[in-house]
C-alpha cells in the first residue's frame, strides 16, 4: 500500500461534487427522480431542475460546436414523460402538472430538429387515437386552467410541425394515418364550427387555435383528396368559419376591434390559413373549389375582404392581396372578382395598380398586387384576335382588355416600372442611392391625392424600399401577359421608353454562398427572376427588331447571359434548387434560340446577319471561357428529367449550328474576309470539355438508386405543379428500364465537345428508338436534327459517329423502313385514315435522308461505308416513297447529290440498284437502276416547267449527273438513256427566250460541258443531230454564261476525233466560228483558238477547210488588235496571246507548204 497525503485523496463530497458538474448525470438523476416519483411535488421540482439543466446544455452547446448532443438525446425522455401524456388529467394537480411538461416540451423539441428520424414527441402526437386531444372537446368555459393546457398543447404540436418544416420542401406527402396532422386540423376545425362563439371571448385561445391551424395547413398534400373530385374532411367548414371569423372582427365587434392587438393577430392567422386552403384545393385539383370561396358563404361577399388592403399589419396586408393573387388563377374566379364591384370593372385593376405603384408599401404587398395583374391579364382576350375567340377561350372580353391599356397608361405603368429596375437590391448589386428622387416625388404627389387605403403617416423620401428579385419577377411575368394582349403596341412602347435594356441589366449572377434561409430565399427568387427576364426578353425580341438589336449590342449584359450557362455557379443540394437551375437555363436556351431565329432569317432562309449573330455569340463564349458553355449544353441535352430544358437546348444547338452550316457552305462563297471571331466549327473541334456525360443502362447498375432517383423526379415535378401552378402528367416510371445519368470530371484526355455531344445525341436517337412514348415520339424528331447539324459542322462529331457505326444504324433504319411501307400502297394516302397513319413514318424517314446528307458532306470514308452497305439500293427501293412530296424529293436528291460528289464508287453503286424487294444490287448494270430512275425524273421535270414550278428538283438531279460522270458505267448509260429526247424543248421556238427557260438552258449546258469531257458523251452528243444543233444555236442566247458553256460543249465535241469530218461541213458551226472569232467577247476568242486548234491539229483538210473562209485573216486581226492595246485594257493573257500566235503559224505553215 502506498501513502497519499490527504489533499490528494478523493472523498465522497468531491466525487458528489465532480458527479453534480455532469450535466447528462444530473438528466439521468432527475429522470429516474420522476420515474420513481409518488407525489406531483416532486415531479414539478424535478421538471424545474431538468428545465435548468437543459439551458445549460444549449449554452454548452453555444460555446463548443463538438459538444455531443446525440448523447443528451438517448436520454430516457420518453420512458419518463409519456405516461403522463397518455392520460387526461383528474384533477387540479393533474392539470398543473400536465402544463408544466408541456412547457418543458417545448424546451425539449428542437433538440430533434437536426435529427433525421422523428422525434418521439411527433410520433406520438399523429396517433389520433391519444386521449390528450380530448382536451379540446371538453366544454371548459370555466375551467381557464384546461384551456392554459389546451394552449400549451397546440404550442407543442406547433413546435412539432415547424420541425417538420423545411425551406422548399415540397415533397410528396405520405398517405399514411400514422404520418398526418389531418386528426388535429378536423379538431381544430370541429372546434371553430361548433364551439367558435365561445371561443370569441376567450381571445387568446381562440389566437393559439388559428396560430396552429397555419403551421398544420402549411405543408401541401394534408387534406388528402383525390384529383377532380369533390372535397372530403374539413375543407369546407373551415372555409365558412374561417370568414366567420373575418366577419365578425369586422362587422359584429366594432370598429376598434378590427384595429386591436388580437383582432389583427386573430384576422391576420385567418387570411394566411385561408391562403393555405386555397393552395391546397388548387393542389389537389379538387373539382369546382370555387363553389366554397364564393357560393357558400353568406351574408359576406369574399371580394369584400378588399377592405383588408387598407390594414396597419403589413402581414395581413400581403396575406389579404395574396388572396386575391391566388383566386385569379381560376377563370370562373376571376368572372366573380371582376363583376363583384358591379359596373365599375375596372375597380380592381385601379386598386392593384395603385399598391403596385406605392413606393411605401412593402414589396411582399406591390409583388402580390402584381401577381393579381398578372392573372388577370392571362385572362383577357388579345385585342388582335378574332371575335369568335372572345367569349370561348378567355374569361374577360376585349372590353376588359382595352380598359387595362387604358389604366396603364393612366397610371404611368412603364415609368414606374423602369424606377423598380433601377431600384433593384441583391447581394451582388451593391447599395446605390436613387437616382430618381425627383420623379418619385412626382409620381407619388399625383398618387397620395387619389389614395385610400393606406395610412396617412409621413413618408419622407429616404423611408423609400429597394426593390426585391421577387417584384421584379412578379412585374415582369405581368408585362409578359401585357404582350399577349397587344405585343406590337407594348414592345414598341418598352423599347422606346428603354426599359428593355434595363430588364436587360436587371439580370444577375447567382453566384453566393448560402448559409441560412434568408440567403438560400434571395438565391431562388435571383434564379426565378433571370428565368421571367429571359421569357420577358424573348417575347419581346420575337415581335420587335429593335429589341432584339439592344440585346445584341449590350455587350457587358449579353456577356452575363451566357455566363449564367456555367454549371459551376449553381447550388445543386436539393432537388428543389436543381428544378429552379433548369428553369433558368431553359429560358436562356429559348432566348439564344430566338436571338438567332429573329436576328438574321429574312422570310425563313438565313442571312448574313444570321452569321454575325453567332459570330457574336462564338466571341461572347470564347472570352467568358469555353468549357463552361459545352459542359451546360452537354448536361442540358443529356437531363432526361426535365423535357423542356433538353427540347430547348437542343433547338438552340441545332439553330447555332444551322447558322454555322450556312456559313460554312452559302457564306463563305460570299463573304471572303477573314473571320475575326472563332467559329462555332472551330470551337467544336479545338475544345475539350473537362467533364463527360455517362448513360447507364445496366440493370445491376442502376437497382440501388431507383427508388431514390424516383423520389427525386417525383419532387421536381411537384414544385414545378405546385410553386408555377402548371397542371403536368406525373411519370410513369418502370423501375426495370431505368436510364440513369451521371456526369464526371475527366481524369485523363478527355473528348473535343463535337464529340462529346455527339456522343450524348447518340444515346438520344437510340433512346427514342427504343421507347415507344408520346414524349420521346416528338422528341425524336428534335434529336435527328441535332444530331443532323453537328454532323454537318463538326468533324470531331463525324469521327465519332463513324466510330460507332453509325452509318449502317441509318441504312439498317431505311431498311426497317422499306419493310414496313413494302405493306402499303402510295394509294393508300389518299384516304385520311392511312394517311395520319403514314404521314409520321414519311416524316420519320426523310429525317433520317437528311441526317444521311449531312453525315456524308465532306466525308469519304462516310460515303465508302454507305456504298459498302449498298444504300443506293436501299433508295431505290424507296424511290416510289419519296416521289409522294416535293419537299423529301428534294431532300432524297440532296443526299444523292452529296453521296457522288468526289466519291466515283459511289457513282458506281447507281447503275446497279433494282427496285425489287428482297433482291440485292446486280452485278452489272441493269435497265431498271436508281439512275434510270432520276433521268426519268428529269424528263417528268422538263415537262412541267413553267414560271411557278419549283426547278430545285430538275437542277439537284443534274447536279448528280454532273457527279455520275466520274464513272465510266453512268457515262455509257446516260449515252443509251432517253435524257436527250428532253433537250428538244429548249430550242428558241418553243421558250420563246422567256426567263425560266434561260436558268434551265445553263443547267442542261453545265451537264454538257462535264459530260462531254469524256469520250462517251462526246459522240453522244454529236451522234442526235437536234442535240448539236441546238447546242450551236445556243451560242447566240442573249445571256453571256450561256453563250460560254455552249461554246465549251462545241470545244469538248470538237476534240472528238469521228466528230471532226461533221463539224467541218457544217455551215452553221463555221459561221459560228468565224463570227465569234470577228465579234465574240475575249473568253469566246480564247474558246475559238482552242476550237480551231483541236480541228487543224494533225488534219491538213481541217487546216484548208479553215484557211478557205479566211480565220487565218481574222486571227491576225485579233492579234493586232490586242498588240494596239494596253495589257490593262484587255482580258487576254499572254498565254491567250501565244496560243493564238501559235494557232496562226499552224495555219500559215499549211499555205507556204501548197505554194
Given at each position: 500500500m502506498y501513502n497519499f497525503v490527504d489533499i490528494l485523496k478523493l472523498n465522497d463530497y468531491d466525487l458528489q461534487c465532480i458527479k453534480n458538474s455532469s450535466i447528462d448525470h444530473c438528466v439521468k438523476h432527475y429522470l429516474k427522480s420522476i420515474q420513481n416519483a409518488t407525489s406531483h411535488d416532486v415531479v414539478l421540482e424535478s421538471i424545474d431542475n431538468l428545465t435548468l439543466y437543459v439551458c445549460l446544455h444549449q449554452l454548452a452547446c453555444e460555446f463548443n460546436e463538438n459538444y455531443n448532443k446525440e448523447t443528451f438525446k438517448k436520454h430516457q425522455w420518453e420512458n419518463t414523460f409519456l405516461r403522463f401524456l397518455k392520460v387526461l388529467p383528474s384533477s387540479e394537480h393533474d392539470t398543473i402538472l400536465l402544463k408544466k411538461i408541456l412547457q418543458f416540451l417545448c424546451i425539449l423539441i428542437p433538440y430533434y430538429s437536426s435529427s433525421d428520424s422523428t422525434s418521439w414527441i411527433t410520433n406520438f402526437l399523429k396517433k389520433p387515437d391519444q386521449c390528450i386531444f380530448d382536451i379540446f372537446n371538453i366544454d371548459n368555459t370555466s375551467d381557464d386552467d384546461l384551456k392554459i393546457v389546451a394552449q400549451e398543447l397546440l404550442k407543442v404540436i406547433t413546435l412539432c410541425v415547424k420541425q417538420e418544416q423545411h425551406y422548399l420542401d415540397y415533397c410528396i406527402p405520405m398517405k399514411d394515418s400514422q404520418s398526418s396532422w389531418l386528426h388535429v386540423i378536423k379538431i381544430i376545425a370541429e372546434n371553430l364550427k361548433n364551439s367558435g362563439k365561445q371561443h370569441f371571448y376567450n381571445l387568446a385561445y381562440l389566437d393559439s387555435l388559428l396560430s396552429?391551424?397555419?403551421?398544420?395547413?402549411?405543408?401541401?398534400?394534408?387534406?388528402?383528396?383525390?384529383?377532380?373530385?369533390?372535397?372530403?374532411?374539413?375543407?369546407?367548414?373551415?372555409?365558412?368559419?374561417?370568414?366567420?371569423?373575418?366577419?365578425?372582427?369586422?362587422?359584429?365587434?366594432?370598429?376598434?376591434?378590427?384595429?386591436?392587438?388580437?383582432?389583427?393577430?386573430?384576422?391576420?392567422?385567418?387570411?394566411?390559413?385561408?391562403?393555405?386552403?386555397?393552395?391546397?384545393?388548387?393542389?389537389?385539383?379538387?373539382?369546382?373549389?370555387?363553389?366554397?370561396?364564393?357560393?357558400?358563404?353568406?351574408?359576406?361577399p369574399l371580394y369584400s375582404f378588399i377592405a383588408l388592403w387598407a390594414s396597419r399589419d403589413v402581414i395581413l396586408?400581403?396575406?389579404?392581396?395574396?388572396?386575391?393573387?391566388?383566386?385569379?388563377?381560376?377563370?370562373?374566379?376571376?368572372?366573380?372578382?371582376?363583376?363583384?364591384?358591379?359596373?365599375?370593372?375596372?375597380?380592381?385593376?385601379?386598386?392593384?395598380?395603385?399598391?403596385?405603384?406605392?413606393?411605401?408599401?412593402?414589396?411582399?404587398?406591390?409583388?402580390?398586387?402584381?401577381?393579381?395583374?398578372?392573372?388577370?391579364?392571362?385572362?383577357?382576350?388579345?385585342?388582335?384576335?378574332?371575335?369568335?375567340?372572345?367569349?370561348?377561350?378567355?374569361?374577360?372580353?376585349?372590353?376588359?382588355?382595352?380598359?387595362?391599356?387604358?389604366?396603364?397608361?393612366?397610371?404611368?405603368?412603364?415609368?414606374?416600372?423602369?424606377?423598380?429596375?433601377?431600384?433593384?437590391?441583391?447581394?451582388?448589386?451593391?447599395?446605390?442611392?436613387?437616382?430618381?428622387?425627383?420623379?418619385?416625388?412626382?409620381?407619388?404627389?399625383?398618387?397620395?391625392?387619389?389614395?385610400?387605403?393606406?395610412?396617412?403617416?409621413?413618408?419622407?423620401?429616404?423611408?423609400?424600399v429597394t426593390t426585391t428579385p421577387s417584384l421584379v419577377k412578379t412585374v415582369c411575368n405581368f408585362l409578359h401577359n401585357l404582350l399577349a394582349i397587344d405585343a406590337v403596341a407594348v414592345s414598341q412602347t418598352v423599347q422606346e421608353k428603354g426599359i428593355a435594356k434595363l430588364?436587360?441589366?436587371?439580370?444577375?449572377?447567382?453566384?453566393?454562398?448560402?448559409?441560412?434561409?434568408?440567403?438560400?430565399?434571395?438565391?431562388?427568387?435571383?434564379?426565378?427572376?433571370?428565368?421571367?427576364?429571359?421569357?420577358?426578353?424573348?417575347?419581346?425580341?420575337?415581335?420587335?427588331?429593335?429589341?432584339?438589336?439592344?440585346?445584341?449590342?449590350?455587350?457587358?449584359?449579353?456577356?452575363?447571359?451566357?455566363?449564367?450557362?456555367?454549371?459551376?455557379?449553381?447550388?445543386?443540394?436539393?432537388?428543389?434548387?436543381?428544378?429552379?437551375?433548369?428553369?433558368l437555363w431553359t429560358s436562356v436556351f429559348n432566348l439564344l434560340s430566338t436571338l438567332v431565329e429573329y436576328g438574321g432569317e429574312s422570310e425563313g432562309n438565313l442571312t448574313n446577319r444570321s452569321v454575325e449573330v453567332v459570330n457574336t455569340f462564338s466571341g461572347t463564349i470564347t472570352e467568358l471561357g469555353n468549357e463552361p458553355f459545352f459542359e451546360a449544353i452537354c448536361e442540358s441535352i443529356s437531363n432526361l428529367g426535365s423535357h423542356d430544358l433538353q427540347n430547348s437546348a437542343l433547338n438552340m444547338l441545332t439553330g447555332v449550328l444551322r447558322v454555322e452550316a450556312y456559313?460554312?457552305?452559302?457564306?463563305?462563297?460570299?463573304?471572303?474576309e477573314k473571320k475575326v471571331e472563332p467559329s462555332i466549327q472551330s470551337l467544336l473541334d479545338s475544345v475539350r470539355t473537362s467533364r463527360t456525360v455517362l448513360i447507364s443502362n445496366n440493370g445491376s447498375a442502376r437497382l440501388p438508386k431507383n427508388s431514390k432517383k424516383l423520389t427525386q423526379d417525383h419532387k421536381l415535378n411537384l414544385l414545378e405543379e405546385v410553386y408555377y401552378e402548371k397542371v403536368i402528367a406525373k411519370p410513369q416510371i418502370d423501375l426495370n428500364d431505368q436510364i440513369e445519368v451521371s456526369i464526371i470530371e475527366n481524369d485523363g484526355q478527355s473528348l473535343m465537345s463535337g464529340a462529346e455531344i455527339c456522343k450524348i445525341l447518340l444515346y438520344l436517337y437510340d433512346i427514342c428508338n427504343l421507347e415507344n412514348t408520346e414524349v420521346f415520339i416528338k422528341k425524336k424528331s428534335i434529336v435527328t436534327k441535332a444530331l443532323s447539324t453537328l454532323l454537318c459542322v463538326s468533324k470531331e462529331a463525324k469521327q465519332f459517329a463513324l466510330e460507332c457505326s453509325m452509318v449502317g444504324v441509318i441504312v439498317k433504319k431505311l431498311r426497317d423502313h422499306h419493310i414496313r411501307l413494302g405493306l402499303e400502297s402510295v394509294e393508300c394516302l389518299r384516304r385520311i385514315a392511312d394517311k395520319k397513319r403514314l404521314?409520321?413514318?414519311?416524316?420519320?424517314?426523310?429525317?433520317?435522308?437528311?441526317?444521311?446528307?449531312?453525315?456524308?458532306?465532306?466525308?469519304?470514308?462516310?460515303?465508302?461505308?454507305?456504298?459498302?452497305?449498298?444504300l443506293a439500293d436501299v433508295v431505290h427501293k424507296l424511290w416510289v416513297w419519296f416521289l409522294v412530296e416535293n419537299s423529301m424529293l428534294i431532300d432524297v436528291l440532296k443526299m444523292i447529290c452529296t453521296y457522288t460528289t468526289n466519291c466515283e464508287l459511289a457513282c458506281q453503286t447507281l447503275p446497279l440498284t433494282s427496285p425489287v424487294a428482297g433482291s440485292g444490287p446486280r452485278k452489272s448494270p441493269g435497265t431498271i437502276s436508281l439512275l434510270h430512275a432520276i433521268i426519268a425524273l428529269i424528263t417528268r421535270e422538263m415537262d412541267q416547267i413553267s414560271?411557278?414550278?419549283?426547278?430545285?428538283?430538275?437542277?439537284?438531279?443534274?447536279?448528280?449527273?454532273?457527279?455520275?460522270?466520274?464513272?465510266?458505267?453512268?457515262?455509257?448509260?446516260?449515252?443509251?438513256?432517253?435524257?436527250?429526247q428532253s433537250i428538244s424543248r429548249l430550242h428558241p421556238a418553243i421558250t420563246k427566250r422567256q426567263k425560266p427557260w434561260e436558268f434551265v438552258e445553263l443547267i442542261w449546258l453545265e451537264f454538257l460541258q462535264t459530260y462531254t469531257i469524256h469520250p462517251e458523251g462526246q459522240a453522244a452528243v454529236a451522234k442526235i443531230p437536234d442535240v448539236l444543233e441546238l447546242i450551236m444555236t445556243l451560242t447566240n442566247s442573249s445571256k453571256m454564261k450561256n453563250r460560254l458553256m455552249a461554246s465549251m460543249v462545241l470545244r469538248n465535241v470538237a476534240f472528238y476525233q469521228p466528230n471532226k469530218s461533221r463539224l467541218l461541213s457544217s455551215a452553221d458551226f463555221l459561221n459560228i466560228v468565224q463570227s465569234k472569232l470577228t465579234t465574240g467577247s475575249d473568253e469566246e476568242k480564247n474558246i475559238i483558238v482552242v476550237i480551231i486548234w483541236a480541228l487543224a491539229a494533225n488534219s491538213q483538210k481541217a487546216k484548208i477547210v479553215l484557211k478557205s473562209i479566211h480565220l487565218d485573216d481574222k486571227l491576225q486581226n485579233v492579234l493586232k488588235h490586242c498588240q494596239l492595246l494596253k495589257s490593262k485594257e484587255s482580258c487576254l493573257s499572254t498565254e491567250d496571246v501565244d496560243r493564238m500566235q501559235y494557232v496562226l503559224q499552224m495555219l500559215r505553215d499549211t499555205n507556204d507548204k501548197i505554194k
Open positions: 396552429c391551424l397555419v403551421h398544420l395547413t402549411a405543408n401541401l398534400g394534408w387534406s388528402e383528396n383525390n384529383p377532380n373530385l369533390y372535397p372530403t374532411g374539413p375543407l369546407p367548414q373551415m372555409i365558412v368559419a374561417l370568414c366567420d371569423l373575418v366577419k365578425a372582427f369586422h362587422s359584429g365587434k366594432g370598429p376598434t376591434a378590427a384595429v386591436s392587438v388580437m383582432g389583427l393577430s386573430i384576422t391576420r392567422h385567418v387570411l394566411l390559413v385561408l391562403n393555405h386552403l386555397l393552395a391546397e384545393v388548387k393542389s389537389s385539383k379538387i373539382k369546382g373549389w370555387e363553389t366554397y370561396f364564393f357560393d357558400n358563404i353568406e351574408d359576406i396586408r400581403a396575406a389579404s392581396v395574396q388572396l386575391f393573387a391566388g383566386f385569379t388563377s381560376s377563370p370562373r374566379a376571376v368572372i366573380e372578382i371582376v363583376h363583384g364591384f358591379g359596373n365599375d370593372t375596372s375597380s380592381i385593376w385601379d386598386l392593384s395598380l395603385r399598391v403596385l405603384n406605392d413606393y411605401t408599401e412593402a414589396n411582399t404587398v406591390r409583388e402580390n398586387a402584381a401577381e393579381i395583374l398578372a392573372n388577370l391579364t392571362s385572362h383577357c382576350t388579345p385585342l388582335g384576335s378574332d371575335k369568335s375567340c372572345d367569349n370561348t377561350n378567355f374569361a374577360l372580353k376585349k372590353s376588359s382588355s382595352l380598359t387595362l391599356m387604358n389604366l396603364i397608361d393612366e397610371h404611368n405603368f412603364y415609368n414606374n416600372f423602369e424606377i423598380i429596375l433601377n431600384d433593384l437590391f441583391t447581394t451582388n448589386i451593391p447599395y446605390r442611392k436613387f437616382r430618381n428622387l425627383e420623379k418619385i416625388k412626382l409620381l407619388k404627389n399625383g398618387a397620395e391625392s387619389e389614395k385610400s387605403w393606406t395610412s396617412s403617416s409621413d413618408s419622407d423620401i429616404n423611408s423609400l430588364i436587360f441589366r436587371a439580370l444577375c449572377n447567382p453566384n453566393m454562398s448560402i448559409t441560412n434561409t434568408r440567403e438560400l430565399s434571395l438565391y431562388v427568387d435571383i434564379l426565378d427572376m433571370n428565368a421571367t427576364i429571359c421569357s420577358v426578353l424573348t417575347r419581346l425580341s420575337s415581335n420587335n427588331i429593335s429589341c432584339l438589336g439592344t440585346i445584341l449590342h449590350t455587350k457587358d449584359c449579353l456577356n452575363l447571359l451566357i455566363s449564367l450557362l456555367n454549371p459551376r455557379l449553381y447550388h445543386m443540394d436539393f432537388p428543389q434548387l436543381v428544378y429552379l437551375r433548369n428553369r456559313r460554312n457552305f452559302e457564306y463563305s462563297l460570299l463573304v471572303t404521314c409520321p413514318l414519311l416524316k420519320e424517314l426523310d429525317d433520317l435522308i437528311c441526317l444521311l446528307t449531312n453525315f456524308m458532306v465532306d466525308c469519304e470514308p462516310v460515303k465508302l461505308d454507305a456504298a459498302s452497305l449498298n414560271k411557278t414550278h419549283d426547278r430545285s428538283a430538275l437542277e439537284i438531279s443534274f447536279n448528280i449527273l454532273h457527279n455520275s460522270c466520274q464513272s465510266l458505267e453512268c457515262r455509257v448509260l446516260i449515252s443509251k438513256s432517253n435524257i436527250f
